[in-house]
């Protein structure tokens, strides 16, 4: 989030453009798309089933699909079994099925309508997609930060004993003109 409530994407660390598909196995366990695990090739598909799964996420908190060891998780995304709790969003639950269905001639964002199948889900339904590009509207949660580059809100862990570059403090957002 950005310091005025805004989402805002900030690693591209394996980010890369490709024409139609690529067989690079990469990832998240909880985040990895069937067709990944199953070296099929994948697109842009995978990124429609990670949104699946991060709305899941926020919403139920925790992904779909969890276990103790990643081939557990990869052995439930490949089942396609999804289990929401009870008050999970009516709404919510039919987009996530249609974001996370295995096949991608079903899958939310690859159909026809693309990304518009998506924008016109009924859990969307209050939102003003144009209001929020111009950031016209106010954000539910606005972080309480000193700055751009402040990381207070985020837990702290365990410096590890490697030789990692250090990253200089920056006093304007990295992102800002991005």
């Given at each position: 989030m950005d310091k005025d409530g805004f989402l805002?994407?900030?690693d591209f660390g394996f980010a890369k453009k490709?024409?139609?598909k690529t067989?690079?196995?990469c990832g998240t366990p909880e985040y990895i798309a069937p067709e990944v695990l199953l070296n099929k090739g994948h697109g842009k598909g995978v990124d429609w089933?990670?949104?699946g799964v991060f709305i899941f996420e926020m919403l139920a908190g925790e992904p779909p699909f969890v276990d103790d060891e990643p081939m557990g998780i990869y052995q439930q995304v490949l089942s396609g079994k999804i289990v929401f709790a009870r008050g999970y969003d009516k709404h919510a639950?039919?987009?996530t099925k249609k974001l996370l269905n295995s096949d991608l001639t079903k899958r939310y964002g690859c159909l026809k309508g693309g990304t518009a199948d998506i924008k016109k889900s009924k859990w969307f339904?209050?939102?003003n997609w144009d209001k929020l590009l111009k950031r016209e509207m106010e954000p539910p949660i606005k972080p309480a930060v000193e700055g751009a580059s402040d990381t207070s809100?985020?837990?702290r862990y365990p410096e590890e004993d490697d030789d990692g570059v250090e990253v200089p403090t920056l006093d304007e957002d990295p992102f800002e003109d991005f």
């Open positions: 805002k994407i900030t490709i024409q139609f067989y690079t196995l089933w990670t949104l639950k039919s987009l339904k209050d939102l809100n985020f837990e």
